[in-house]
């Protein structure tokens, strides 16, 4: 499960989350929408322990990822938009590596080769991070977040670059972590693809949630009953409508 309460992250004087408060339950998968310079990526990386909020609390299942990261990160797995790769260890030698990070040796070889078929890594396991595609990269990324069993999920703009092999692939993964119990949380600006994954979704607009619920919530919200994500998000994001109700975080 994982919580994030009254979040407030300000970087000098500008304040990229105001008072950003979430909650996912295991099985559950949330999207975090929101224009260019929302906040999105400021909250998934105070929530993934890279930046210290300035107020708030994040609980990753019942941890405190800045009093007790050890343990809050241990439950964690982490896709940051950029992937951040050790470029001179080899494709195996970084799921290696990871892996025993977390401490998590135990049918390592299985899992590897596991992933590295699922992500058409096969290939290239012997060879430089360096030398991998942009899109191979991304996919190493989400392979080595999904080494460890984490059961509260950080996706940022996961399916960019990928192929479209991959991105399949990758969805498909989320929808069984998601059947096995795992909170999840994804930033994206795909919003037919949030359409299709999410259970609900959460809009930032500078900084603040604008609203959240289930597209049906949101159709009801922005008075269009039959539109798609896209439309109710570009409506309310056109500042329309003002910023109440709807939350249930
Ligand atoms: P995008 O959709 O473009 O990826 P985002 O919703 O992820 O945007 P953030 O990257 O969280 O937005 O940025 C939120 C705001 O904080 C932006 O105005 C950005 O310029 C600012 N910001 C982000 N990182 C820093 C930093 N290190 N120092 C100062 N300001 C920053």
Request: aromatic residues 4%; hydrophobic residues 40%; contains cysteine.
């Amino acid at each position: 499960m994982l919580e994030i309460r009254n979040l407030v992250k300000q970087y000098k004087n500008y304040l990229a989350v105001n008072d950003l408060s979430i909650t996912i339950q295991g099985g559950e998968i949330v999207g975090l929408l929101g224009p260019n310079g929302a906040g999105k990526t400021t909250a998934l990386r105070c929530t993934a322990g890279i930046l210290r909020p300035n107020s708030g609390e994040i609980l990753i299942n019942g941890w405190d990822i800045v009093t007790n990261q050890g343990k809050a990160k241990a439950g964690l797995a982490f896709v940051p938009e950029v992937p951040s790769l050790y470029e001179l260890l080899t494709v195996e030698e970084h799921l290696k590596f990871v892996a025993m990070c977390f401490n998590t040796l135990d049918q390592f070889e299985v899992k590897r080769d596991e992933l590295l078929e699922r992500y058409d890594l096969t290939e290239k396991r012997r060879d430089l991070v360096a030398t991998l595609s942009k899109g191979m990269k991304q996919k190493l990324s989400v392979a080595c977040a999904l080494i460890h069993s984490a059961n509260v999920m950080l996706f940022d703009e996961p399916l960019i670059g990928v192929d479209p092999a991959g991105a399949h692939e990758l969805k498909q993964e989320i929808q069984r972590a998601k059947a096995n119990g795992a909170a999840i949380l994804i930033s994206t600006h795909l919003l037919d693809t949030a359409e299709k994954l999410c259970d609900r979704v959460i809009i930032l607009n500078k900084g603040s949630k604008m609203v959240e619920g289930t597209l049906a919530d949101l159709r009801k919200f922005s008075g269009m009953e039959t539109s798609s994500l896209e439309e109710v998000f570009l409506r309310l994001t056109e500042g329309e409508i003002a910023a109440t109700g709807l939350s249930n975080g």
